[in-house]
């Protein structure tokens, strides 16, 4: 019973956890006056650190559906921040890389992303940042061989 109380708890603070750092990641964001989400900045940074990447490979990645990914996509083309070409061998498959605008504001983000990080963790020791990473990949793991989910 006790197990079952606290599978529940951890289950609905990840949930918790996950919706207020976006919303705090977008408040921070407008308060900087980026005219990025969290959401689209996500996608920003996989494309630099990659430097090159495939559409569905962003799907992949953060496991949203490709029409999620797609809506993304053109609203960061629509503000010249992303360029995409078409790789295609008889079907259509897209290759994303930042503008030099897209790369100027990830570089602008970039500090304020780790600004973020450092208020979610502020009064976190860091053994206690590495339970709660290594508990979380535990679960990670427990899950990711149970879903058809390509990680």
Do not use: H, W
């Amino acid at each position: 019973m006790l197990r079952s109380i606290l599978k529940e708890r951890i289950r609905a603070r990840l949930s918790t956890t996950a919706i207020l750092m976006r919303a705090y990641s977008n408040q921070t964001f407008a308060e900087e006056g980026f005219d990025v989400t969290a959401e689209q900045y996500a996608i920003l940074s996989l494309i630099a650190d990659s430097s090159e990447i495939y559409q569905r490979r962003l799907s992949e990645i953060t496991l949203k559906d490709r029409a999620n990914i797609s809506r993304i996509v053109k609203i960061l083309k629509e503000k010249e921040l992303i360029d995409i070409t078409i790789d295609s061998n008889g079907r259509q498959i897209y290759k994303l890389k930042l503008t030099q605008k897209g790369l100027n504001l990830y570089s602008k983000m970039k500090f304020t992303a780790d600004k973020i990080r450092k208020t979610a963790t502020k009064n976190i020791k860091n053994e206690e940042l590495e339970i709660c990473l290594n508990t979380l990949d535990k679960i990670y793991f427990n899950l990711s061989d149970k879903t058809n989910l390509q990680i």
